[in-house]
């Protein structure tokens, strides 16, 4: 694995916390509300939830850590212009909650552009909020600079007791890797929906270590839901587990990881085919691990590169403690013109179920 090293020199600072990139192991997640809001419909149907990772508003820009990237930073006229494709399939897929993953805040890579914000703004969505996964005042490496990008829940409905639950470090880098590397968490927080108050979990594992932290991070995931559901609250959950499915066709040798000059190795989930198993059977998949394992490729949600090649494997997830309406979960691969294709907006496809809020 290569990853980016900063400069040793400044060890011994990082004591002090010079670049403000640290996090208690619990604390409150940062609130948004959109400029104007859009009055939720009176309604009880079910509940659209998607899942989505928006790969930081960068589209299919190929960023120097992807196979044939080069790229450190966007204009703000390509973050605007990628967004503005996100939204338009948000208003499409017309979630009530919507998770969301690598969405940046005042990162200089995306030109300091508040995406949870401006996704609020341009949507039907009237509440968010935010916890930081990677932050630092400046990052001296790759002319990253400052960074802020994290996980973010948005709502039609308000969000209240908001919680960064800090994940397990990567434990096979050194100390000053590990002060400017991410620093992944669980956001949750509480919908104060009409009919009943539910919880909402969103998560985003380790992709690149070598060693257990990624099943740490499932294995704390399990257990924060485990504790919403102890504590009576209906919840959905979800988010981009970075683990395939029990019954993968494929674990490893993926084509968009075929090249020589991506900063990190190609994706090898040999060992890990296990990993998932408690969340499928402690709770309830929107997507059905049998479904799955029928047709793998229909509920594929990932693809590395440049879009060339198809969706071919499957990364992101929703999960309740209580039954999701049968068969509505769907990972949304494809679309028909003029609708936008979700391959081009981003290397995620969105996850979208229905659920109804239990009484």
């Known amino acids: 694995m290569r990853r980016f090293i900063p400069l040793l020199f400044l060890l011994p600072l990082l004591a002090c916390d010079p670049f403000h990139t640290q996090f208690d192991d619990v604390e409150g997640a940062r609130h948004y509300h959109a400029k104007s809001q859009v009055t939720p419909p009176v309604s009880t149907d079910p509940l659209t939830i998607v899942s989505w990772n928006v790969k930081y508003g960068g589209g299919r820009i190929l960023f120097f850590w992807e196979c044939g990237g080069h790229r450190g930073n966007m204009s703000r006229e390509e973050v605007i212009a990628n967004l503005e494709g996100l939204a338009e399939k948000i208003r499409e897929l017309d979630p009530d909650i919507l998770l969301l993953q690598e969405v940046d805040v005042q990162s200089k890579r995306s030109a300091y552009v508040d995406q949870v914000q401006w996704l609020l703004d341009h949507t039907d969505l009237n509440h968010g909020v935010y916890a930081s996964a990677w932050k ?3 990052i001296p490496s790759d002319g990253i600079g400052r960074m802020d990008s994290g996980n973010a829940i948005l709502s039609r409905w308000p969000l209240t007791n908001a919680v960064r639950y800090a994940l397990p470090l990567i434990g096979d880098w050194s100390a000053i890797e590990k002060y400017f590397y991410l620093k992944r ?5 509480e919908v104060l929906h009409p009919t009943r108050t539910f919880a909402v979990a969103n998560v985003h594992t380790e992709a690149f270590a070598e060693d257990d932290t990624k099943l740490r991070h499932l294995r704390r995931f399990t257990e924060v839901l485990t504790e919403l559901d102890a504590a009576g609250l209906p919840f959905v959950a979800g988010g981009d587990l970075n683990s395939i499915p029990p019954g993968s066709p494929q674990v490893a040798g993926f084509p968009d990881d075929n090249c020589g000059d991506a900063r990190f190795e190609g994706d090898d989930y040999s060992g890990e085919e296990a990993w998932l198993d408690p969340l499928y059977t402690q709770f309830i998949s929107a997507i059905p691990l049998a479904d799955f394992q029928a047709d793998p490729a229909a509920y594929f949600s990932f693809v590395g590169s440049d879009g060339d090649l198809p969706w071919n ?3 992101d997830y929703l999960f309740s403690n209580h039954p999701w309406v049968t068969g509505s979960g769907h990972v949304h ?10 391959l081009m907006l981003s290397d995620h496809a969105p996850v979208v179920a229905s659920w109804e809020v239990p009484q």
């Open 136 to 138: 630092a005042d400046f």
């Open 313 to 315: 494997r499957c990364l």
């Open 333 to 342: 691969q494809s679309a028909t013109p003029p609708a936008l294709d979700p």
């Open 185 to 189: 968490n669980i956001l949750t927080a």
